[in-house]
């Protein structure tokens, strides 16, 4: 058996890195190209997404800044859209976009979205195996130890679990975003396009991170398997 960090199995996580790799430089240069472009519209991120909150009467939902690059996230815990200062003060066709997304997950909030509300189950436990479950396996495999390698598999299963579930909930909150900038003639026709290429490769990073721990979750498996008991 080879070393545990170059073992044969390592080759199962090529395929998967080079998606992830792929993905960050897709959305990196979606965004710098769509963020040079002025929308129609004239709004910032920051109007959009007020504005969009309360087309859907959701009134308790903040809008605020925050700092780093793509950093926007909707956080639940305490009803707040927070978009980093390039999307909350651009007025761009990526500022309306990645806006717009945001503020989907706040509508499937409000609306009691099924896959939004089991993501926020699974997230204590993919917060545990995300820190635990490779410490505890190598541990486990260094002394022979099949009962804490098991527990390392099983904590990073929930770490699997969450990323597979997050990614109806990505995908719905883009489509979402898209419904709502179209039926608000946020966008006209020929911007739609290009909007939706943004939220496309913001969506392949999910795509990429669900992959890369999966292929993680069958290399421990393969591992736990060559073992003996």
Same mark, same amino acid.
């Given at each position: 058996?080879?070393?545990?960090?170059?073992?044969?199995?390592?080759?199962?996580?090529?395929?998967?890195?080079?998606?992830?790799?792929?993905?960050?430089?897709?959305?990196? #240069?979606?965004?710098?190209?769509?963020?040079?472009?002025?929308?129609?519209?004239?709004?910032?991120?920051?109007?959009?997404?007020?504005?969009?909150?309360?087309?859907?009467?959701?009134?308790?939902?903040?809008?605020?800044?925050?700092?780093?690059?793509?950093?926007?996230?909707?956080?639940?815990?305490?009803?707040?859209?927070?978009?980093?200062?390039?999307?909350?003060?651009?007025?761009? +066709?990526?500022? +309306?976009?990645?806006?717009?997304?945001?503020?989907?997950?706040?509508?499937?909030?409000?609306?009691?979205?099924?896959?939004?509300?089991?993501?926020?189950?699974?997230?204590?436990?993919?917060?545990?195996?995300?820190?635990?479950?490779?410490?505890?396996?190598?541990?486990?495999?260094?002394?022979?130890?099949?009962?804490?390698?098991?527990?390392?598999?099983?904590?990073?299963?929930?770490?699997?679990?969450?990323?597979?579930?997050?990614?109806?909930?990505?995908?719905?909150?883009?489509?979402?975003?898209?419904?709502?900038?179209?039926?608000?003639?946020?966008?006209?026709?020929?911007?739609?396009?290009?909007?939706?290429?943004?939220?496309?490769?913001?969506?392949?990073?999910?795509?990429?991170?669900?992959?890369?721990?999966?292929?993680?979750?069958? #290399?421990?498996?393969?591992?736990?398997?060559?073992?003996?008991?």
């Amino acid at each position: 058996m080879f070393p545990f960090f170059f073992d044969g199995t390592m080759v199962l996580l090529l395929p998967a890195m080079a998606l992830a790799l792929y993905a960050q430089s897709k959305v990196k #240069r979606a965004y710098k190209k769509y963020s040079l472009i002025d929308s129609s519209a004239g709004l910032t991120g920051a109007e959009t997404a007020r504005r969009l909150l309360r087309e859907n009467g959701i009134v308790d939902v903040a809008v605020e800044e925050t700092g780093g690059t793509l950093s926007d996230h909707y956080d639940p815990r305490v009803k707040v859209v927070r978009l980093s200062s390039g999307i909350y003060r651009g007025h761009h +066709l990526a500022g +309306l976009a990645v806006a717009a997304h945001e503020v989907g997950h706040a509508i499937q909030h409000a609306g009691g979205y099924f896959a939004l509300n089991l993501r926020h189950t699974f997230l204590p436990v993919a917060n545990i195996g995300s820190w635990a479950s490779f410490p505890l396996f190598i541990i486990g495999f260094m002394f022979q130890s099949p009962q804490m390698v098991d527990i390392g598999i099983l904590l990073y299963a929930g770490v699997v679990g969450f990323q597979l579930i997050t990614l109806p909930v990505e995908f719905n909150a883009s489509s979402r975003a898209m419904a709502q900038l179209v039926d608000g003639q946020y966008l006209q026709a020929s911007e739609a396009a290009h909007a939706k290429k943004v939220l496309n490769a913001a969506a392949l990073t999910y795509v990429a991170a669900t992959a890369t721990a999966v292929m993680h979750l069958v #290399r421990l498996l393969i591992l736990r398997q060559g073992m003996r008991d």
